[in-house]
């Protein structure tokens, strides 16, 4: 190749390259950005896609990975180019403090009258989906079923390592609750030195057998393999797998951790009413059963089970109003803990 | 300067000159057009990646967030001593900057600044701002009721000592240290930071690596030194496959062959060695194999092209001279290696220090070095200002290895040519 | 030229040499070859033994938006990596060749920066640079990043090759009249090729093999293969990933074949030369 030819295929390159990159971004009617996951690709599908066709809005949809920090900074910025974006729940408190996002008028929402009480307190957040953390095993493998979270920590019955999640959060209410702590008083001890000092304490004692996982896709995977015996996982993901990969997992629902994922409005969008116009869609029954439908995914909207596809029914986190056995996570805790749990829990980490 | 003619002949003086003088154009213009030619890469490096370097770094020792959102306050404290009780003034100033965050997001960055030297502040700080309609008339009496910590001496060092412009709080973070109230340096508890302990960790798997490079990778090189020139050849070959192959692809790889239920495992046991398969990943062995597998060639390659050098009619003189085989390895072969084996051994102890990708997918929680943490202190829980001071410890170890390298083996690269 | 007769211990050392070299050899590849089968495996949970053979997981890369977007990025990001990064590379390699001056090892180790610092750290940095800038989460970033680490490879190869080449070659074409650039393109780029060329398939190795610098400054869009398998090696249901690992392989052992067709092609010349001088 001569040095011509080969600049000019490199400047054609450089050309093309750099065209790719300043595509235009259309000053579009709404950008609503989801999580980059199974979930915000349920979400981008059955519920942005219609509602793109079905309004004929000038929909742009975007996704996001890290946290708040991308959006923060994104608000920072000055401009900000999504106007909704979905979120866990300390994000959402978190958010709420720091100016990210803005509070929700429930007036404008109407469909929230058919909605469970779950996640009502969040004041910039609509909840969309709830699902928990629960003991999950592979039915395949083991003879006698574990049932609960004592049960996690039964070496002697069930020899072999456990997966669990890698942060204090979630780990450290399960550690109490395997410690014969009541659900209620969780977060109460928490709150103390005595309290996370236990749960390190239990969490010591199964400490060399724990393999620690990052994404819920993980915990599946170190089940299916036979890396673990049993671990900590998602009961939508467990329920969703049995179904299309034919794995035959099981789960013990007693003290799961319940979690929420919401919508939240981004403060300084450009489009509110559109926003609204947008929520009040994703917020009907049959928009909200499509998401249940696609990821074995529970949903608040009551009126949303009339459309749920009944192999999913008996997978469902069951509703909240009569859920005896499950703890909601406390964001609030945790928005003001986190700093100083995740330290010492990465110090825990190290430690031999 | 003497300028003279290829026969010999002195050249007139004022021929001389003219020619020294043009020559000396000449040279400057060789000089410049050289300087203007490495421009755009000198210009590019600094743009692009040493200024982004420097600005990143000069995060570690940086404190602007509390000065910025609660400036009058940091003002009133400027004289406060521990000893002294919290001044009236403080309570007032710290009331008027909170009156003036008309946002949350005002002092959202300095509450989370607090927070990771005082735990709770952060808290402290966003609720008494939400609760701050007008100016109280008793501030002192204020923040107490709203918090008792308020009127803890430790809270108000917590803000002064972080009020700027410079810090040594995550440098000394890095180092499981904290200052005191008073201004003391102290350790932090134990159990509460482990840092030290990931640093020596870091430390220690390169040296496992290296140590492994060195056992395996020296009997390798000398086998392709004193075999034939085909067999060397496909030996090379063999090595380079794997050094062009994406680290993700060797990676996953390892994932799959260690599982429990994976190649090695079923093949242990098929073999009768085993009864029950093997913990082999998400610990020290999975990471210590992969990065072998990665490094070895940084290894092999300069212990390769040393031994090459070294006539194998050394060694037979050594043993004609009665040399037993041992003592002419020891005296005569050892000796000429030395300086590939110091090559190999710095590359791969530099690249295995700043390993991400394999710990963080093949590793367990003990395997997780300073990369990891850097990467989750930018992601996962920020504290930017920490991520850059482990970043300075790890950039630190990694110069003073290069620069090892660089006076032993009189070359500024630190790779291998694979050539 | 014979030598002394080995002994039997000798012999005996040498054979457990040739045992061990062929283990080590099969350390080496056969991870890498063990992924192939996989990836033509019909079963869908990642492990041995292979039960039917099947195309499935190639035709699931290629049908996959995210998988194909991700090889179609991780391509068009390396070739703008492998120009940008031979453009100043070369340019500067041939300024370094020519530096006259103190300070060309300051220089060098200046350049190298790249190489030393841990691509965490460096990834980080651009991060936060190139988020102030807009640069984030964008072709050109990614670019940009990748070339930082390519660039100061380039510059090694190339000097590398300088090193062999006559100046008086230069001379001689500028006595002839030659303008610098012809002369750069008819007389320098040929001599230099080999080592422009290895150059060139570094840098599209490097950013081919990349993982840290696009997981921060790769967005959804951008996303490459590397990361893409990155973020799905949890998720080994999904065979795809084999599938994608076989094709790394096949442009890994491309790679290789340029690298080494060039060096046969190098040394045929070198040697041809020397036979020419005697």
Same mark, same amino acid.
């Given at each position: 190749m001569s040095a011509i030819t080969f600049g000019r295929t490199g400047l054609a390159l450089l050309a093309a390259v750099s065209l790719l990159a300043t595509v235009p971004v259309r000053a579009a009617d709404l950008a609503v950005s989801v999580f980059i996951s199974p979930i915000g690709e349920v979400l981008k599908k059955d519920v942005l896609e219609p509602y793109r066709k079905q309004s004929g809005v000038d929909l742009r949809i975007d996704s996001r990975d890290w946290g708040l920090g991308s959006v923060r900074a994104k608000v920072e910025a000055g401009g900000a180019d999504w106007d909704i974006v979905t979120n866990e729940e300390t994000e959402v408190l978190q958010g709420c403090d720091e100016g990210v996002f803005a509070e929700i008028d429930k007036s404008r929402l109407p469909g929230l009258a058919d909605f469970d009480k779950i996640g009502e307190s969040y004041k910039c957040g609509v909840p969309f989906i709830f699902y928990s953390s629960v003991l999950a095993y592979d039915?395949?493998?083991?003879? #006698?079923?574990p049932s609960s979270w004592a049960d996690l920590w039964d070496r002697a019955k069930w020899p072999g390592r456990r997966a669990m999640r890698k942060s204090p959060v979630q780990t450290l209410e399960v550690a109490l609750m395997a410690d014969g702590v009541a659900r209620g008083d969780v977060y109460k001890l928490l709150?103390?030195?005595?309290?996370?000092?236990?749960?390190?304490?239990?969490?010591? #004692?199964?400490k060399p057998d724990i393999v620690w996982w990052v994404n819920a896709g993980q915990s599946r995977q170190l089940l299916a393999s036979g890396e673990v015996v049993m671990g900590m996982s998602y009961d939508n993901g467990i329920a969703f797998f049995n179904k299309t990969q034919g794995t035959d997992f099981g789960m013990s629902r007693k003290d799961?951790?319940?979690?929420?994922?919401?919508?939240?409005i981004v403060r300084g969008s450009r489009h509110v009413d559109s926003a609204y116009k947008f929520l009040n869609y994703a917020m009907r029954p049959e928009v909200q059963a499509a998401v249940t439908n696609g990821l074995a995914i529970s949903t608040p909207n009551r009126k949303a089970m009339a459309f749920v596809n009944p192999d999913w029914k008996p997978f469902l986190t069951p509703n909240p109003d009569v859920l005896q056995d499950a703890i909601p996570l406390d964001a609030e805790f945790w928005v003001n803990n986190a700093d100083e749990l995740t330290r010492r829990f990465d110090a825990w980490l190290a430690a031999r | 300067m003497t300028a003279v003619h290829a026969d010999g002949a002195l050249l007139q003086p004022a021929e001389a000159k003219r020619l020294a003088r043009r020559l000396a154009r000449s040279e400057r213009s060789a000089r410049l057009s050289a300087l203007l030619l490495v421009t755009p890469l000198l210009l590019f490096l600094l743009m692009v990646f040493i200024g982004p370097l420097l600005m990143m770094l000069s995060r570690g020792v940086r404190?602007?967030?509390?000065?910025?959102?609660l400036p009058a306050t940091v003002l009133a404290l400027r004289n406060w001593r521990h000893d002294a009780p919290i001044p009236d003034a403080a309570f007032r100033a710290l009331a008027d900057d909170l009156a003036k965050a008309h946002t949350p997001a005002a002092v959202a960055d300095?509450?989370?600044r607090l927070n990771y030297a005082l735990p709770g502040l952060r808290a402290m700080l966003m609720s008494a701002r939400a609760r701050m309609r007008n100016l109280p008339v008793d501030p002192r009496a204020f923040f107490v009721g709203l918090s008792p910590r308020?009127?803890?001496?430790e809270t108000w060092s917590a803000i002064r000592q972080a009020s700027g412009p410079?810090?040594?709080?995550?440098?000394?973070?890095?180092?499981d240290l904290r200052r005191s109230s008073t201004g003391a340096i102290e350790a932090v508890p134990a159990g509460e930071s482990a840092f030290v302990q990931a640093i020596l960790r870091t430390f220690g798997i390169s040296f496992g690596v290296t140590a492994l490079a060195i056992l395996l990778g020296f009997p390798f090189a000398y086998l392709m030194a004193t075999t034939g020139r085909r067999m060397a050849g496909v030996m090379m070959l063999i090595l380079l496959l794997p050094f062009w192959t994406a680290v993700m692809v060797r990676v996953l790889a390892w994932s799959m062959l260690l599982g429990r239920e994976g190649i090695v495992n079923d093949g242990l046991r098929s073999l009768g060695l085993l009864s029950q398969p093997l913990d082999l990943l998400y610990n020290r062995t999975a990471v210590l194999v992969s990065l072998l597998h990665i490094f070895i060639p940084y290894m092999v390659l300069p212990l390769y092209s040393v031994m090459k050098t070294i006539p194998t009619s050394q060694m037979r003189a050594a043993a004609s001279l009665g040399a037993p085989p041992a003592m002419a390895f020891r005296r005569i072969f050892l000796p000429q290696i030395v300086p590939g084996l110091a090559a190999g051994s710095l590359l791969v102890f530099i690249h295995s220090l700043g390993v991400f990708v394999v710990p963080a997918v093949l590793g367990g929680p003990r395997e997780q070095g300073l990369p990891v943490l850097v990467v989750n202190y930018v992601t996962k829980t920020p504290n930017w200002g920490l991520a850059a001071a482990l970043s300075m410890v790890l950039l630190v170890s990694v110069y003073l290895l290069y620069w090892l390298f660089v006076k032993l083996t009189k070359t500024v690269t630190p790779s291998v040519s694979a050539r | 030229m014979t030598g002394f007769p080995p002994t039997p211990a000798q012999k005996a050392g040498r054979l457990l040499l040739v045992v061990f070299g062929v283990l080590f050899c099969l350390f080496l590849i056969g991870p890498i070859l063990a992924f192939v089968p996989m990836a033509f495996n019909d079963v869908a949970v990642l492990h041995y033994p292979i039960q039917h053979f099947s195309l499935r997981w190639f035709r699931a890369l290629f049908a996959s938006s995210d998988w194909s977007r991700a090889l179609l990025n991780s391509f068009l990001v390396a070739a703008g990596t492998t120009f940008l990064a031979l453009l100043i590379g070369v340019t500067a390699a041939i300024g370094l060749w020519r530096w006259r001056s103190a300070g060309k090892d300051a220089l060098m180790v200046l350049i190298m920066t790249p190489m030393i610092v841990p691509s965490v750290i460096g990834a980080t940095s651009m991060y936060f640079a190139f988020?102030? @800038?807009?640069?984030?989460?964008?072709?050109?970033?990614?670019?940009?990043?990748?070339?930082?680490?390519?660039?100061?490879? @380039?510059? @090694?190869?190339v000097s590398a090759a300088l090193q062999r080449f006559d100046g008086n070659l230069l001379r001689a074409a500028a006595s002839l009249g030659a303008p610098p650039l012809l002369t750069f393109r008819r007389v320098t780029l040929p001599l230099i090729l080999p080592g422009v060329v290895s150059g060139a398939v570094f840098a599209f190795a490097i950013s081919f093999d990349d993982v840290v610098a696009a997981l921060f400054l790769a967005g959804p869009d951008q996303r490459t293969l590397p990361v893409q398998m990155y973020m799905r090696s949890g998720d080994l249901f999904d065979l795809v990933i084999a599938a994608a690992a076989t094709v790394m392989l096949v442009i890994a052992i491309s790679l290789m074949a340029v690298l080494l067709f060039v060096r046969r092609g190098d040394r045929l010349r070198q040697t041809g030369a020397q036979g020419a001088a005697h």
């Amino acid at each position: 190749m001569s040095a011509i030819t080969f600049g000019r295929t490199g400047l054609a390159l450089l050309a093309a390259v750099s065209l790719l990159a300043t595509v235009p971004v259309r000053a579009a009617d709404l950008a609503v950005s989801v999580f980059i996951s199974p979930i915000g690709e349920v979400l981008k599908k059955d519920v942005l896609e219609p509602y793109r066709k079905q309004s004929g809005v000038d929909l742009r949809i975007d996704s996001r990975d890290w946290g708040l920090g991308s959006v923060r900074a994104k608000v920072e910025a000055g401009g900000a180019d999504w106007d909704i974006v979905t979120n866990e729940e300390t994000e959402v408190l978190q958010g709420c403090d720091e100016g990210v996002f803005a509070e929700i008028d429930k007036s404008r929402l109407p469909g929230l009258a058919d909605f469970d009480k779950i996640g009502e307190s969040y004041k910039c957040g609509v909840p969309f989906i709830f699902y928990s953390s629960v003991l999950a095993y592979d039915k395949k493998k083991l003879k #006698e079923l574990p049932s609960s979270w004592a049960d996690l920590w039964d070496r002697a019955k069930w020899p072999g390592r456990r997966a669990m999640r890698k942060s204090p959060v979630q780990t450290l209410e399960v550690a109490l609750m395997a410690d014969g702590v009541a659900r209620g008083d969780v977060y109460k001890l928490l709150a103390t030195k005595a309290g996370v000092d236990r749960a390190f304490r239990k969490l010591d #004692e199964i400490k060399p057998d724990i393999v620690w996982w990052v994404n819920a896709g993980q915990s599946r995977q170190l089940l299916a393999s036979g890396e673990v015996v049993m671990g900590m996982s998602y009961d939508n993901g467990i329920a969703f797998f049995n179904k299309t990969q034919g794995t035959d997992f099981g789960m013990s629902r007693k003290d799961a951790i319940l979690l929420t994922d919401f919508w939240s409005i981004v403060r300084g969008s450009r489009h509110v009413d559109s926003a609204y116009k947008f929520l009040n869609y994703a917020m009907r029954p049959e928009v909200q059963a499509a998401v249940t439908n696609g990821l074995a995914i529970s949903t608040p909207n009551r009126k949303a089970m009339a459309f749920v596809n009944p192999d999913w029914k008996p997978f469902l986190t069951p509703n909240p109003d009569v859920l005896q056995d499950a703890i909601p996570l406390d964001a609030e805790f945790w928005v003001n803990n986190a700093d100083e749990l995740t330290r010492r829990f990465d110090a825990w980490l190290a430690a031999r | 300067m003497t300028a003279v003619h290829a026969d010999g002949a002195l050249l007139q003086p004022a021929e001389a000159k003219r020619l020294a003088r043009r020559l000396a154009r000449s040279e400057r213009s060789a000089r410049l057009s050289a300087l203007l030619l490495v421009t755009p890469l000198l210009l590019f490096l600094l743009m692009v990646f040493i200024g982004p370097l420097l600005m990143m770094l000069s995060r570690g020792v940086r404190d602007a967030e509390v000065a910025q959102a609660l400036p009058a306050t940091v003002l009133a404290l400027r004289n406060w001593r521990h000893d002294a009780p919290i001044p009236d003034a403080a309570f007032r100033a710290l009331a008027d900057d909170l009156a003036k965050a008309h946002t949350p997001a005002a002092v959202a960055d300095a509450a989370a600044r607090l927070n990771y030297a005082l735990p709770g502040l952060r808290a402290m700080l966003m609720s008494a701002r939400a609760r701050m309609r007008n100016l109280p008339v008793d501030p002192r009496a204020f923040f107490v009721g709203l918090s008792p910590r308020w009127d803890d001496k430790e809270t108000w060092s917590a803000i002064r000592q972080a009020s700027g412009p410079l810090t040594d709080f995550y440098l000394l973070s890095a180092l499981d240290l904290r200052r005191s109230s008073t201004g003391a340096i102290e350790a932090v508890p134990a159990g509460e930071s482990a840092f030290v302990q990931a640093i020596l960790r870091t430390f220690g798997i390169s040296f496992g690596v290296t140590a492994l490079a060195i056992l395996l990778g020296f009997p390798f090189a000398y086998l392709m030194a004193t075999t034939g020139r085909r067999m060397a050849g496909v030996m090379m070959l063999i090595l380079l496959l794997p050094f062009w192959t994406a680290v993700m692809v060797r990676v996953l790889a390892w994932s799959m062959l260690l599982g429990r239920e994976g190649i090695v495992n079923d093949g242990l046991r098929s073999l009768g060695l085993l009864s029950q398969p093997l913990d082999l990943l998400y610990n020290r062995t999975a990471v210590l194999v992969s990065l072998l597998h990665i490094f070895i060639p940084y290894m092999v390659l300069p212990l390769y092209s040393v031994m090459k050098t070294i006539p194998t009619s050394q060694m037979r003189a050594a043993a004609s001279l009665g040399a037993p085989p041992a003592m002419a390895f020891r005296r005569i072969f050892l000796p000429q290696i030395v300086p590939g084996l110091a090559a190999g051994s710095l590359l791969v102890f530099i690249h295995s220090l700043g390993v991400f990708v394999v710990p963080a997918v093949l590793g367990g929680p003990r395997e997780q070095g300073l990369p990891v943490l850097v990467v989750n202190y930018v992601t996962k829980t920020p504290n930017w200002g920490l991520a850059a001071a482990l970043s300075m410890v790890l950039l630190v170890s990694v110069y003073l290895l290069y620069w090892l390298f660089v006076k032993l083996t009189k070359t500024v690269t630190p790779s291998v040519s694979a050539r | 030229m014979t030598g002394f007769p080995p002994t039997p211990a000798q012999k005996a050392g040498r054979l457990l040499l040739v045992v061990f070299g062929v283990l080590f050899c099969l350390f080496l590849i056969g991870p890498i070859l063990a992924f192939v089968p996989m990836a033509f495996n019909d079963v869908a949970v990642l492990h041995y033994p292979i039960q039917h053979f099947s195309l499935r997981w190639f035709r699931a890369l290629f049908a996959s938006s995210d998988w194909s977007r991700a090889l179609l990025n991780s391509f068009l990001v390396a070739a703008g990596t492998t120009f940008l990064a031979l453009l100043i590379g070369v340019t500067a390699a041939i300024g370094l060749w020519r530096w006259r001056s103190a300070g060309k090892d300051a220089l060098m180790v200046l350049i190298m920066t790249p190489m030393i610092v841990p691509s965490v750290i460096g990834a980080t940095s651009m991060y936060f640079a190139f988020a102030r @800038v807009g640069l984030d989460y964008s072709y050109v970033g990614l670019v940009l990043a990748h070339c930082a680490f390519a660039a100061p490879i @380039v510059v @090694v190869t190339v000097s590398a090759a300088l090193q062999r080449f006559d100046g008086n070659l230069l001379r001689a074409a500028a006595s002839l009249g030659a303008p610098p650039l012809l002369t750069f393109r008819r007389v320098t780029l040929p001599l230099i090729l080999p080592g422009v060329v290895s150059g060139a398939v570094f840098a599209f190795a490097i950013s081919f093999d990349d993982v840290v610098a696009a997981l921060f400054l790769a967005g959804p869009d951008q996303r490459t293969l590397p990361v893409q398998m990155y973020m799905r090696s949890g998720d080994l249901f999904d065979l795809v990933i084999a599938a994608a690992a076989t094709v790394m392989l096949v442009i890994a052992i491309s790679l290789m074949a340029v690298l080494l067709f060039v060096r046969r092609g190098d040394r045929l010349r070198q040697t041809g030369a020397q036979g020419a001088a005697h």
